[in-house]
């Protein structure tokens, strides 16, 4: 029953997203105090959200963040319909660049402060310029490979800013990798750092959170290199308790994956932000 509840769900949105009119994509230089830059970000923008609102038609906020090597414009690239799914939905999308960071305040490179950014100045700044619901129950946050690590990263460290977090292909256990995506630039060497990387991985995080903190959905294809982390992340919650959606299914680390993922992500998120109402 749950299945054809989604499929349905599913199906009503995409039809929507089709014959609607898109948001429009406003293209930010958002300046960072901490890294003494500015950061290019996406905001996809419902027309709504355009005109004065009242209190009770604030707009919630999606974060998605991309992967290694990616850019702002980098899920706009693997979904172009997204400005017209987040018009149907009343949802302001936004979409940070974040260079290769993994969305982190690096302990080793002081020049590299992402969860500053992200959790902080990005999210100042877009709740003043946007009509926003400024808190928890109106900001949900998302990401694919490196995006799925920053996204529970930075939900589980700052649960007091978000409700819902999401991570599809994510890599939220990266010590299996100790030589890949310039992780020892930010970590430093897995032998002479141990420390770094056991305490910024997400899988050693869930102690910071109990059950009901978040609204969690995780989902990986089974011929994704980071499928048996995930997999470790969802038997690590189910442990303690603590619930999340767990999607499984054909597909690598690629975009038809992520692609299709969203979609899926898209339906669970916005049940989040209408029930949190």
């Not at 930010?28 to 923008?45: E, G, T």
């Not at 969860?115 to 900001?139: N, Q, W």
Request: neutral net charge.
């Amino acid at each position: 029953m749950m299945i054809r509840k989604l499929v349905f769900a599913l199906a009503l949105y995409c039809l929507g997203a089709g014959t609607m009119q898109a948001a429009s994509v406003d293209t930010l230089k958002v300046n960072s105090p901490s890294m003494h830059k500015k950061i290019q970000v996406l905001a996809i923008v419902p027309d709504g959200a355009r005109k004065p609102v009242a209190k009770d038609t604030l707009f919630p906020v999606l974060y998605l963040l991309h992967g290694h090597s990616g850019d702002a414009g980098s899920w706009l690239s693997i979904q172009p319909n997204l400005p017209a799914m987040a018009e149907q939905a009343g949802v302001i999308v936004v979409c940070p660049d974040a260079q290769n960071s993994w969305y982190m305040d690096s302990p080793i490179d002081s020049t590299v402060r992402y969860e500053t950014f992200v959790s902080k100045e990005l999210m100042e700044y877009i709740d003043r310029h946007y009509p926003t619901r400024a808190d928890r129950s109106g900001r949900a946050i998302s990401g694919l490979s490196m995006g799925g690590h920053g996204a529970y990263w930075l939900a589980l460290r700052h649960k007091d800013r978000y409700g819902a977090a999401g991570t599809t292909s994510g890599g939220v256990d990266f010590t299996p990798f100790p030589n890949n995506w310039n992780l020892p630039d930010l970590l430093g060497d897995i032998n002479t750092y141990p420390d770094h990387w056991k305490n910024f991985t997400v899988i050693n995080q869930l102690d910071r959170i109990s059950n009901g903190d978040l609204a969690l959905i995780i989902d990986c294809g089974y011929d994704d290199f980071f499928f048996e982390v995930n997999r470790n992340l969802h038997d690590q919650l189910r442990a303690r308790g603590i619930d999340h959606d767990y999607i499984v299914r054909p597909g690598a680390h690629n975009v038809p994956y992520w692609n299709n993922a969203l979609d899926y992500q898209w339906v669970f998120f916005n049940r989040f932000f209408r029930r949190a109402q």
